[in-house]
T-cell receptor, first 113, second 111 residues
Framework: NAGVTQTPKFRVLKTGQSMTLLCAQDMNHEYMYWYRQDPGMGLRLIHYSVGEGTTAKGEVPDGYNVSRLKKQNFLLGLESAAPSQTSVYFC????????????FGDGTRLSIL | GENVEQHPSTLSVQEGDSAVIKCTYSDSASNYFPWYKQELGKGPQLIIDIRSNVGEKKDQRIAVTLNKTAKHFSLHITETQPEDSAVYFCAASGGNTPLVFGKGTRLSVIA
């Protein structure tokens, strides 16, 4: 039982390049989330999904897109990377928004040069 | 929407002493309050949570208290050990809204 797995763990991009971060969960959770973590800013929600085929914007969605084609996978895309998107990205999943804990992956460290 | 404030941002304690981290929230509809511990290079891990129908919950050296009237909740760690050193996050949510996290507290336990 792997829980939440994020791929890749590290990546360096040049400004303007695109990439996709993959999150996979094996707990049959309906809800999935993408966060970014920056020093002193805590965890900020980028996008989330309440089920297969659904997505919704979080607190900081600009510059990112997401897709949830399969229940177990949640993809985060950067179409044209900018230095301001240098961050550590965490994926999480849960049964519901409230009254149930979120389970986190170990993050993807992304640097945009 | 919900706003969660967390204090202090850094906390240093001697091994064996207690540590207290406090959070306030703004949305009276919030009813779920988890605490997460994040070790270096890892994702946050749930350590304890409390729901709005309970005022206090304990799990060995960790306890959480909730005051719904004042809209604040606190994490208490007793008999601190070096392995308690980490970043701790509080969070709050209610109904159909995602968790909102505090900005975190870096706890250092000095041996």
């Amino acid at each position: 039982n792997a829980g939440v797995t994020q791929t890749p763990k590290f990546r360096v991009l040049k400004t303007g390049q695109s990439m996709t971060l993959l999150c996979a969960q094996d707990m049959n959770h309906e809800y999935m989330y993408w966060y970014r973590q920056d020093p002193g800013m805590g965890l900020r929600l980028i996008h989330y999904s309440v089920g297969e085929g659904t997505t919704a914007k979080g607190e900081v969605p600009d510059g990112y897109n997401v897709s949830r084609l399969k229940k177990q996978n949640f993809l985060l895309g950067l179409e044209s990377a900018a230095p301001s998107q240098t961050s550590v990205y965490f994926c999480a999943s849960s049964y519901t928004h409230s009254n149930q804990p979120q389970h986190f992956g170990d993050g993807t460290r992304l640097s945009i040069l | 929407g919900e706003n969660v404030e967390q204090h202090p941002s850094t906390l240093s304690v001697q091994e064996g002493d207690s540590a207290v981290i406090k959070c306030t929230y703004s949305d009276s509809a919030s009813n779920y309050f988890p605490w997460y511990k994040q070790e270096l290079g890892k994702g946050p891990q749930l350590i304890i949570d409390i729901r709005s129908n309970v005022g206090e919950k304990k799990d060995q050296r960790i306890a959480v208290t909730l005051n719904k009237t004042a809209k604040h909740f606190s994490l208490h760690i007793t008999e601190t050990q070096p392995e308690d050193s980490a970043v701790y996050f509080c969070a709050a949510s209610g109904g159909n809204t995602p968790l909102v996290f505090g900005k975190g507290t870096r706890l250092s336990v000095i041996a």
